[in-house]
């Protein structure tokens, strides 16, 4: 099983370019996730899909957009870059939605950079 | 106030002595309690979870919840160079009917030979 793929790994934008984060589980999970993590700050949850069809902002979700494509696929848009938008991205995994003891699994993360 | 907060470290140890690492969280209505383990450049991997008061043991490592305080630890007993590594709490936190898995900013191990 591939589990949580991510793409791509890393990319460099300019400011104002738009990109799209990539993301797909194969194990069936209901809920899904998009992290960025920041040096010191640990992962910051940016939005989430609880199920098929819902979407819910995190704690920082200025600057983003998100899609919930199908079951396996969750995607994070970059509209109108910016440098505050350099970090490290993580796409996450849960099975049940709802469920107070699901653990994540993660994909490997993308390493964006905005010049 | 963060909802999940653990002290950034880093915490040094030396080979095979008892590592010590804890966290904090807000919500008493908190129900799951995690700790991720990051290598640098790397994503998290789970180690340990634990729901309930106590404490859980899995190998070298123990998680002790303690809800009353609202404290979540994880102990490593012998410690190698390995561990060395950034340690991420994660507790999931009740939101409009679901749960938000939130995290602290992590601790940073450094297991010196």
């Known amino acids: 099983n591939a589990g949580v793929t991510q793409t791509p790994k890393f990319q460099v934008l300019k400011t104002g370019q738009s990109m799209t984060l990539q993301c797909a589980q194969d194990m069936n999970h209901n809920s899904m996730y998009w992290y960025r993590q920041d040096p010191g700050m640990g992962l910051r949850l940016i939005y989430y899909s609880a199920s098929e069809g819902t979407t819910d902002k995190g704690e920082v979700p200025n600057g983003y957009n998100v899609s919930r494509l199908n079951k396996r696929e969750f995607s994070l848009r970059l509209e109108s870059a910016a440098p505050s938008q350099t970090s490290v991205y993580f796409c996450a995994s849960s099975r049940r939605r709802g469920q107070g003891n699901e653990k994540l699994f993660f994909g490997s993360g993308t390493q964006l950079s905005v010049l | 106030q963060k909802e999940v907060e653990q002290n950034s470290g880093p915490l040094s140890v030396p080979e095979g002595a008892i590592a010590s690492l804890n966290c904090t969280y807000s919500d008493r209505g908190s129900q799951s309690f995690f700790w991720y383990r990051q290598y640098s450049g790397k994503s998290p991997e789970l180690i340990m979870f634990?729901?309930?008061?106590g404490d859980k043991e899995d190998g070298r490592f123990t998680a002790q919840l303690n809800k009353a305080s609202q404290y979540v630890s994880l102990l490593i007993r012998d410690s190698q160079p390995s561990d060395s590594a950034t340690y991420l709490c994660a507790v999931n936190i009740p939101s409009g009917g679901s749960y938000i898995p939130t995290f602290g900013r992590g601790t940073s191990l450094i297991v010196h030979p």
């Open positions: 634990i729901y309930s008061n």
